[in-house]
């Protein structure tokens, strides 16, 4: 296998899948990866009040800030839209100690948007990433867990990571966790590391020396119910039935349908099966990668 952007970021892609993907959060250290973005980029897309939320959002803690304190109205056709990022409200929050928080920055930010395609190849799972800024000395988000792998790389200054280990079974949901016993990982990561957070970890981070930033590349996984609504499309795939059928024989004729079905096509079917079409219901629909050709000012050159 042809691996595209995994290597980059962790060395032997290989020793990572085996050794640490789903096991153990590690810090990758030395291997200095280009980061697709910078800070010369995210202030350009804030100050131009091109971003809106959701994809921009400022957090702190627990605290819930509101967006009115960090975004903006702008006219439009005679109308007022609203949600614009306003950069000085959020360079005011920063200073404060609020984390900035951008959201899917593939949709609109076209060297990520390669970057994640990489990882999508190489991982076959949808890949989202999400860009911080902290403040030193400033919590960011309260220790949580993710339905996601992450990898993120720490891009200028640096933070302080506290990791605690996963779930003790499937039952768990993401979001602010509380009981997460004792940490599996306390380190700082600089400018230039890689570090590795397994699906359903509690982490929490703090920052450090100046304003730490870095870039979230989430690995998303199927569940329970992404298996089931698989299963289900399997089965259901070029079965023409009615909809509502009328009157009980036509209902139980249509429940015999559904039962030939089911004993036709179950038996031929394995768990990876099962697991290969969720995945593939999960990954993005992006259509087709932009080329250099689709310029507007190739156009203009080409006719």
Do not use: C
Request: hydrophobic share 40%.
């Amino acid at each position: 296998m042809t691996w595209k952007a995994v290597p980059g970021w962790v060395g032997s892609a290989q020793a990572f899948l085996a050794d640490d993907w789903g096991r153990a959060p590690r810090v990758f250290r030395g291997l200095r990866p280009e980061t697709p973005i910078t800070l010369g980029d995210v202030d350009r897309a804030i100050r131009h009040r091109m971003l809106r939320r959701p994809h921009v959002e400022m957090v702190r803690g627990t605290d819930e800030i509101p967006e009115s304190s960090y975004t903006t109205s702008r006219r439009m056709t005679g109308s007022t839209v609203p949600a614009f990022a306003d950069g000085a409200a959020i360079a005011r929050l920063l200073r404060q100690g609020s984390t900035l928080l951008l959201r899917n920055v593939e949709h609109w930010h076209a060297p990520t948007e390669r970057l994640t395609r990489d990882f999508e190849t190489d991982l076959r799972r949808p890949v989202e990433a999400f860009f911080f800024a902290t403040p030193a000395g400033a919590q960011g988000l309260v220790t949580h867990r993710d339905d996601a792998d992450v990898l993120l790389l720490q891009i200028s200054g640096s933070k302080r990571w506290t990791v605690y280990p996963g779930p003790g079974d499937g039952n768990w949901r993401p979001g602010p966790a509380e009981e997460v016993g004792a940490a599996v990982l306390e380190e700082t990561v600089r400018a230039g590391d890689v570090l590795y957070i397994p699906r359903g970890f509690a982490h929490t981070a703090s920052g450090e020396e100046g304003l730490s930033t870095h870039l979230s590349l989430t690995v998303r996984e199927v569940g329970t119910q992404e298996l089931y609504a698989a299963l289900q499309r399997t089965i259901m795939d070029g079965l023409a039935i009615e909809a509502r059928p009328l009157g009980e024989p036509e209902l139980l004729e249509t429940a015999e349908q559904l039962l030939d079905r089911i004993r036709a096509v179950v038996p031929r079917l394995t768990a990876a099966d099962v697991l290969s079409a969720a995945r593939g219901a999960r990954t993005p629909e992006r259509g087709r990668p932009p080329s250099d050709g689709d310029d507007l000012s190739t156009l203009l050159t080409t006719g």
